[in-house]
């Protein structure tokens, strides 16, 4: 009985590890499609500019919404970098 006992935090920090590492390919994965993301919006803001007649408040959206990614792509890197006491 003591031994089940025993048995059941080490299965509770198990789990918890597990759920990190989850956590971790979740945040990873979410990285990368955001990163994808704003490579497009590069491109698409590039031809946007380029085309005779563009509609510079599309453009400028477009700018809005990659800063926007870029805050929560930094916002992700600094959760997956591990904190270093100085």
């Not at 006992?5 to 990285?31: F, H, I, N, T, V």
């Not at 994808?36 to 408040?57: C, W, Y």
Request: no cysteine.
């Amino acid at each position: 009985m003591a031994g089940s006992s025993a048995k059941a935090p080490l299965e509770g920090l198990s789990a918890a590890a597990a759920m990190k590492d989850e956590d971790l390919r979740e945040l990873k994965s979410q990285l990368a499609r955001l990163r994808q993301e704003h490579r497009d919006l590069d491109v698409a803001i590039e031809a946007l500019h380029n085309a005779p007649g563009s509609d510079l408040l599309q453009v400028q959206r477009l700018k809005k919404r990659k800063l926007v990614l870029r805050d929560r792509i930094i916002q992700i890197e600094d959760q997956l970098t591990p904190d270093i006491i100085a």
